[in-house]
C-alpha cells in the first residue's frame, strides 16, 4: 500500500472556507429551527390535529420535532453537497480535473481528502442545529419524548445525511454539468423524503408497524422510536459513515475515465 | 461619434430586441440536457398525482375543504397538486434553469466569446433569464394543459376552470424561482455557493405558502412570501375571480421584472 501524502491531504483541507460555509448556513438552520419552535405550538388545535393524524406521531413535543428534523437534515445535507460538488464534478465541468488527476496521488487519496471535509462539515453543522433543536424545544420535553431523544434523532438524520453524501459523490463522480450534478443532489434528498410524502397520503400503501415501517416513514419513526433512538444513535452513525465510505470507494473506481 | 462607430453602438443597443437572437437562444435551451430532465420530471408529477390521491384519508377531506371550501375530493387535489408536486417542482425548475445564468459560460469559458460580440453583460443575463423564464413557463402551462385532460377522468368532481385559473397564477412561481436564482448567480458570482442560497431561501419560502391558510392569524405577516401570492388560486377556490386573483398576480409580474433589472444592473460585475 502507498503511503498517504499528508502534505497533500492538509492543502485540500485548507482549500475551501468550510467555517464560513459551516457557520452562514448554520446561523440559516438554527434561525429556520428556533422560528419553527417557536410558531408550531401556535398553530390552531385543529391543524395540529391534522399533522398529528397525517404523520401518525402523537404530542406536540413530536409534532414540533418532526419540523425541526427536516431543517436539521435539509440543512446539514445541502452544505455538505455543495462541497461534494466543488470536490469533483465542478472542476470536470470546466474542464480542469484532468489536470488535478495527473497528480501522484491515487484516486482513493484524492476522492477522499476532497470529500472527507464534506462529511465533517455535514456532521459539524447537524451537530450545532441538533443542539439547537433541543434547546427551542426546552419545556416542550415530557414522558414521551426527552432531549437525549431528540438530540439523538437529530444525530440520526446527520447520519442518514452523510450515507446520502456519500451516495452522491458516487453518483456524480462523472458528472460533466454542474446543473445535472445540482439536479442530482436534490434527487438524492428528495428519495429519501418521498416515502413519507406518500405515507400522508396513502398510509394504507405501507404495513402497519415493524422494520418496514420504521425504515421508510423516516422522521416520524425516529420520533416513535426516540427511547431506543437516544442510546443507539453511535450505532446509526456508524452505518451511515460506513455507507459513505461505500459511496466513497465507489467514486473513486469512477473518476478517472478511460 | 463616426458612422462606424454608431453602428456598433446600433447593434449593441439592438442585439438583445432581435427576434433571431431570442429563437437561437431558445433553441438552445431546449436543446439543454436540464430542460429534458425537468420535462421527464413535470410528466412524472402528472401520472402520480391522481394515483397518490386514490383512497385520501378523511381527515385530509376534511381540513381541505374547512381550508379552501368547495367540493371535497377536488379541494385536497388542488390542494397537493399546488403544494406537493407543482410548488416542489417550481423551486427545482427555477435553479435548475436560472442558477447557471453568466456563471454556467463563464465556467466553460463560452462567456469570454459571447461578451466579445456586439451584446453588453446586461443584455446577455436579460437573454439568458429570458430564456429560462420561457422555458419555465412553457414546462408549466403544457403540463398544466395536458393534466386538463388527464385529470377531467381522473379526479371526482375537477372543474377544468378553476384548475386552470389557479395555474395561470401559479405559473408566477417557477418564474419567480428562475429570476431569483439568477439574481443570486450574478450578486454572489460563484454557481454552487448562489445556488446553496437559492435551495435555501426558496425551499424555505415554498415550505411557508399555506402558512397563513393553516393559521389565520398570520396571513397579514406573511403576504410578502411570493409563493403565498402564487398559491391564491387555492387559497381562493370558492371565490376565484378577478379581484381575488389579479392583485397577487400583478404583484408577481412587478417582482419578476425589479429582479430581473437588478441583475441585469449586476451583471456588469461579472468577469468573463
Redesign the interface.
Known sequence: MTPIPWTYVRAELRREPLAFMGLS?GL?GAV?ILATCW?VP???E??L??LS??LAVEGLPALVLVNTLLAVW??AY??GA?VV??AIA?PR???GLDLLLVKPVPPEVFVWSRILPAFGLCAAVGLGLSLTQVIGMWGLFDDQLSAAGALGAGLTTVAVAIAQLGALTALTARST????A??LA?AVF?AVLTPT??F?????LFPVDGLGRALFVAPTSLILHSELIAWAWPIVMLVGVGVGALGLAWAARRVVVG | MSPAASAVTAAVSNAVTNPALWWMELGRRLG???SK?LAALYLGALLAAPK??????P??LA?AQ?WFGGDDPFALFMY?WTD?AMN?LAV?TG??LG??VLV?ER???SLVLSLSKPITPAGLYALRTGSAVAVAAGLYLITQLAGLGLFAAQIDGFRPGAFWLSGMVHVWAPIFATTLSALCAVAIGR???A??VS??VL??LVGGAF?GV??PAWAGALAFNPFTQAVAGVTHLGDQSFATLAPPVVGLLVLNLVLVAVGARLARRVEP
Open positions: 448556513a440559516f429556520s410558531a401556535r398553530l390552531p385543529s391543524v390535529t391534522l393524524l397525517s435539509f440543512v445541502f452544505v455543495v460538488i466543488r465542478a465541468a470546466e474542464n454539468e454542474l446543473a445535472g445540482l439536479g436534490i428528495m410524502s406518500v400522508i397520503y396513502r398510509p394504507d | 439543454e440536457r436540464k430532465g397518490l390521491l386514490e383512497k385520501p384519508p381527515h385530509l381540513a374547512s397537493v406537493l416542489k427545482v435553479i435548475a442558477a447557471g454556467e465556467a466553460d469559458r454557481q454552487l455557493g445556488a446553496l435551495v435555501l425551499f424555505s402558512l393553516y393559521n
